[in-house]
DNA sequence: TTCGTAATCATGCAAGTGTATAATTAGGAA
DNA sequence: TTCCTAATTATACACTTGCATGATTACGAA
């Protein structure tokens, strides 16, 4: 008899792995990276749990995509933030720390997937490797951002203690978005972010909330 | 017969706990939480895995009773530093923010058993509950620090503003203490606790570095 | 000494894990 | 149309997990 319904669609390999991610992605913000089995992100991307091992060599490999996946996007958030805003450099520079923390970065399922990742980097070293590589990303760009802001004031700085307020900078902007990811209660709607701009101007030497009106 | 030696010894509850957690902690330092399972626990601390329901509800109380031990451990660690300075508060707040940012607290073991315990955080409301306990305790001594220092430099204060600095501050160690753990290779040695000395009071608007110098 | 009991151990179980394997089947090529 | 092949499924396997159970046994009290 001729087959009135297919029992499944053939798609690329790439949109089965990005609908893995996600649903791999999806399923660790809502219950935990222990909720990550091969079982339910199966069931949630809807297809035979033997997809996973089709498309990727292990379910490790699965979960480490998923990760570069979820720490590009929030780079890329973040620096979208920065770039859609107007272009003084000041202005830049407070997007880019209210972007950081403001939902969508700031929020529990990230910080809880980047912590279960954070305990891998430990004995990995394609794990510690990929760390590295968006750590330094993501504060290589705001080094960046504070260079023009200094710039722009007409504070000359070195090297050295540019890098130096980059790693400060970089330090508090974590700290808060880990504690708001976290502990979301303990923090009222915009005080991480109002928080974050003073704290960045204090370590700047510069007023940043004139220009950290939020969106 | 008499038996010539005995199959196993009594121990005091608290002993057995105490041990047990222990266990529990060098297993999760080492190979992460996933390895810390009940039997891989029962065989570091030599005994049978049936202590583990004996002396604790469940596994989950456990890793909780765990996490509260290190994360106490941490705090009275730094809190030391502070006690054990001179009565200057400018001191004992920089001796906190130094004791903070140097060894044994800043280690990659440590970090990576936080991490471990942060995911779980997510989705146990025991869990959660602990870190907000250990998270307050460690923000509410660093304020108290800071009231010392503004009270002492004459800088008069809101509690608001108190408030928001301690967060700022507690995160700007947050962060440090985390990427110092992850990628020791990143950072020179004493520049971590240099640049949270610096951070600090540039946060407070008041020179640590004189105080800083460190044990 | 004897004995009671709580601490400790040894074993088993049901559920869940990642992975391997072979059977299906969609969809393009000939 | 007819095949061929790779994508997809269904199923099973070996192993680990936390927890329960009942048998031991150390050790203080009587």
Redesign the interface.
Known sequence: MSDSTPKFKREPAEHRREALIKATLSLIAE?????ATVRAIAARADVSQGMIRHHFSSKEDLITAAYEHHMDRLTDLTSAFAEGDCSAPVARLAAFVVGSLTPPVVD??S??LW??F??????DAQMRES??RT?YNFRNRLEALIAAVLKDAGQPTTAQELR?LA??C???????W??GG??PS??APD?LS??GI??VG??L?IDLTKAGQQT
């Open positions: 219950k935990g990276v222990q909720a529990a399922g910080v809880s912590a279960g954070l305990t891998k980097v430990h004995d760390h590295k750590y130096h790693i400060a970089n330090a508090v902007i974590d700290g808060l880990m504690e976290v502990l303990a923090f005080e109002e928080i003073r704290s204090a370590l030497g």
